[in-house]
């Protein structure tokens, strides 16, 4: 099989994992910038960050034959910070120039807050006027419900923002559906303890349909599972599905969400 992994974390992973990644089929990696498991202290943390997303960790992926994109921001949990945010924003225009950044994320909610709100509304506005793809993350648990509709609701106020290019990530049950009919893409995660597991995961795509749902792992430095994906297509050929089903989740809807920058490219 083949399949793209849109959304992991792999500076938080050794490099066992890129080799199993790779010979369980995947073909690219995107990684969005994220917590790095403390709040940093300073915009020069983020930029190191950021180098180290768009220069050293494609350098790894490419050992082992993977092509690795990224994403960049502050992400929401340290976004509380305005003045450290408004900082680390004011640093991105710089790596956006990199062949290898494909938008702005992950942008979005932790707790909800004005001041959370206030900085994911800058990152809006500075991706549509760099014409970037947007990647939202969204609340955890109880925070899950009120914190789409409040993304969806910024999102929509928003004349210039096109759904299409836009995917709403760590969608659930009760989520899903809000996202897809509002035109934007949703993005399934697959968690061991959290989140969607394989089971869930194809529940929902079942429910929901499969047209603008890509799966991703979102490993990280907690229990995650980087082959999270491929373990899922395992899911759906147990139910049945045709491999040509499979393929086109796993593998050609990233693909054609992703293809909307012009820089990935899949040798």
């Not at 369980?24 to 995107?30: K, L, M, V």
């Not at 009120?146 to 096109?162: F, M, N, P, Q, Y």
């Not at 999270?228 to 809807?253: Q, W």
């Given at each position: 099989?083949?399949?793209?992994?849109?959304?992991?974390?792999?500076?938080?992973?050794?490099?066992?994992?890129?080799?199993?990644?790779?010979?369980?089929?995947?073909?690219?990696?995107?990684?969005?910038?994220?917590?790095?498991?403390?709040?940093?202290?300073?915009?020069?943390?983020?930029?190191?960050?950021?180098?180290?997303?768009?220069?050293?960790?494609?350098?790894?992926?490419?050992?082992?034959g993977?092509?690795?994109?990224s994403?960049?921001?502050i992400?929401?949990?340290?976004?509380?910070d305005?003045?450290?945010?408004?900082?680390?924003?004011?640093?991105?225009p710089?790596?956006?120039?990199?062949?290898?950044?494909?938008?702005?994320?992950?942008?979005?909610?932790?707790?909800?807050t004005r001041?959370e709100?206030?900085?994911?509304?800058e990152?809006?506005?500075?991706?549509?006027?760099?014409?970037?793809?947007?990647?939202v993350?969204?609340?955890?648990?109880?925070?899950k419900?009120?914190?789409?509709?409040?993304?969806?609701d910024?999102?929509?106020?928003?004349?210039?923002?096109?759904p299409?290019?836009?995917?709403?990530d760590?969608?659930?049950?009760?989520?899903?559906?809000?996202?897809?009919?509002?035109?934007?893409?949703?993005?399934?995660?697959?968690?061991?303890?959290?989140?969607?597991?394989?089971?869930?995961?194809?529940?929902?795509?079942?429910?929901?349909?499969?047209?603008?749902?890509?799966?991703?792992?979102?490993?990280?430095?907690?229990?995650?599972?980087?082959?999270?994906?491929?373990?899922?297509?395992?899911?759906?050929?147990?139910?049945?599905?045709?491999?040509?089903?499979?393929?086109?989740?796993?593998?050609?809807?990233?693909?054609?969400?992703?293809?909307?920058?012009?820089?990935?490219?899949?040798?």
């Amino acid at each position: 099989m083949r399949y793209i992994e849109p959304h992991a974390h792999m500076v938080s992973r050794v490099t066992d994992d890129y080799e199993a990644m790779r010979l369980a089929g995947c073909a690219a990696i995107c990684e969005p910038a994220f917590w790095a498991g403390f709040d940093r202290s300073s915009a020069d943390g983020f930029y190191d960050y950021f180098c180290q997303l768009t220069d050293y960790e494609p350098k790894r992926a490419a050992k082992f034959g993977l092509p690795h994109f990224s994403w960049l921001c502050i992400n929401p949990k340290e976004s509380e910070d305005m003045g450290l945010a408004r900082e680390v924003i004011a640093l991105i225009p710089e790596f956006l120039k990199r062949d290898n950044v494909l938008g702005i994320g992950e942008i979005g909610l932790n707790k909800n807050t004005r001041n959370e709100l206030a900085i994911l509304q800058e990152h809006v506005d500075l991706a549509v006027r760099h014409g970037q793809l947007i990647l939202v993350h969204t609340p955890h648990l109880e925070d899950k419900f009120k914190g789409t509709r409040l993304i969806l609701d910024l999102l929509k106020a928003d004349s210039r923002v096109e759904p299409g290019r836009v995917i709403i990530d760590h969608v659930e049950e009760h989520t899903v559906d809000m996202v897809l009919d509002a035109g934007f893409w949703a993005g399934i995660t697959l968690y061991p303890e959290s989140k969607a597991t394989p089971a869930r995961a194809i529940d929902m795509v079942e429910q929901a349909g499969m047209r603008n749902i890509w799966l991703n792992c979102a490993c990280d430095w907690g229990r995650s599972e980087p082959l999270a994906v491929p373990k899922t297509a395992l899911e759906m050929s147990r139910r049945g599905h045709s491999s040509e089903a499979i393929d086109h989740l796993v593998y050609g809807n990233p693909l054609r969400f992703l293809s909307q920058s012009p820089r990935f490219r899949l040798s």
